[in-house]
């Protein structure tokens, strides 16, 4: 089994973030919910205050296989302006690690280079961030190991696709099943 961190900034998604958060621990797959600021209560992009598990310098990085960015705005602008998270994004990306992102996130890892040649998809207005991408407006891509999603409606697909790689697939559809989920 994978481990993950999901990574919080002031005006995050909440159900893109969390989610991914319980889809993944109902399969039994450990996520950090990380706060990137010295705090852990962080405020949703709908006033909702969400208490992470850990702030960013008490992640180890070391330990995951896996980083996750949920959308939401101005969450999406909160973490690309988050310097170390980037640091570790390029490293993760580097090393053939995975790095997953939802919504208007996969425009991220588009500025940084990393689509390149690659499947993507993303919230429909930020398609044009997705560069070098073949954008698909499909719910989930997976492309090696870089994993992005639409938005709010496709957050349990992508849940899924994240916890089918941190886990088993067949795992990931008996939490489907279990959840009343049909793809």
Not at 49 to 74: H, N, R
């Amino acid at each position: 089994m994978g481990k993950a961190a999901i990574f919080l900034a002031e005006g995050f998604e909440e159900i893109e973030a969390l989610t991914v958060v319980d889809i993944c621990r109902r399969c039994g797959i450990d996520i950090d919910v990380v706060s990137i600021a010295e705090e852990v209560q962080v405020v949703s992009s709908h006033s909702v205050t969400v208490t992470a598990d850990k702030t960013f310098s008490q992640a180890e990085f070391d330990t995951y296989d896996m980083l996750i960015l949920p959308g939401g705005m101005p969450g999406t602008k909160n973490l690309e302006a988050h310097e170390p998270l980037m640091k570790q994004i390029d490293a993760f990306y580097a090393r053939g690690r995975y790095i997953a992102a939802i919504c208007a996130a996969p425009s991220i890892f588009g500025h940084r280079g990393i689509l390149k040649g690659r499947n993507a998809c993303s919230y429909p207005s930020f398609e044009s961030h997705l560069e070098g991408a073949s954008v698909t407006e499909g719910p989930v891509e997976i492309s090696d190991h870089v994993i992005t999603s639409r938005g709010m409606g496709t957050a349990i697909d992508f849940g899924l696709a994240v916890a089918g790689v941190l886990g088993t697939p067949e795992k990931a559809e008996e939490i489907a099943k279990a959840i009343v989920y049909k793809q």
